[in-house]
């Protein structure tokens, strides 16, 4: 029985690294892992989703699509994070590097 490694499986039945499926495929995960930390931060701050769309000033409906991973913007996940006393960097690469740090 031969094994495969996840970039093996990942570049036969996603794409490879570089190809616009593959890309798609990386930032939907990356988008749901952020979505999964804001949720996890918001349950250990005893929160319900109403409660923290309130303080974001946004409806239940909207944190619900964040924590899915769907609907992110950098505004809006800066104003979660804020809400929830979280701290966060971002990097953005490419010609001209930026740092964006939450706290």
Same mark, same amino acid.
């Given at each position: 029985?031969?094994?495969?490694?996840?970039?093996?499986?990942?570049?036969?039945?996603?794409? +490879?690294?570089?190809? %616009?499926?593959?890309? /798609?495929?990386?930032?939907?995960?990356?988008?749901?892992? #952020?979505?999964?930390?804001? =949720?996890?931060?918001?349950?250990?701050?005893?929160?319900?989703?109403?409660?923290?769309?309130?303080? +974001?000033?946004?409806? %239940?409906?909207?944190? /619900?699509?964040?924590?899915?991973?769907?609907?992110?913007? #950098?505004?809006?996940?800066? =104003?979660?994070?804020?809400?929830?006393?979280?701290?966060?960097?971002?990097?953005?690469?490419?010609?001209?590097?930026?740092?964006?740090?939450?706290?």
């Amino acid at each position: 029985m031969k094994f495969y490694t996840n970039d093996e499986m990942l570049d036969k039945y996603i794409g +490879v690294k570089g190809t %616009p499926e593959r890309e /798609s495929f990386d930032a939907d995960v990356e988008a749901a892992l #952020i979505g999964a930390s804001i =949720k996890n931060a918001r349950k250990a701050n005893n929160l319900t989703q109403a409660q923290l769309g309130e303080r +974001v000033g946004v409806q %239940p409906a909207q944190i /619900s699509k964040i924590e899915s991973g769907r609907n992110l913007t #950098i505004s809006t996940i800066v =104003k979660v994070l804020k809400a929830l006393g979280v701290s966060a960097e971002f990097s953005i690469t490419g010609q001209t590097p930026v740092k964006l740090a939450v706290r």
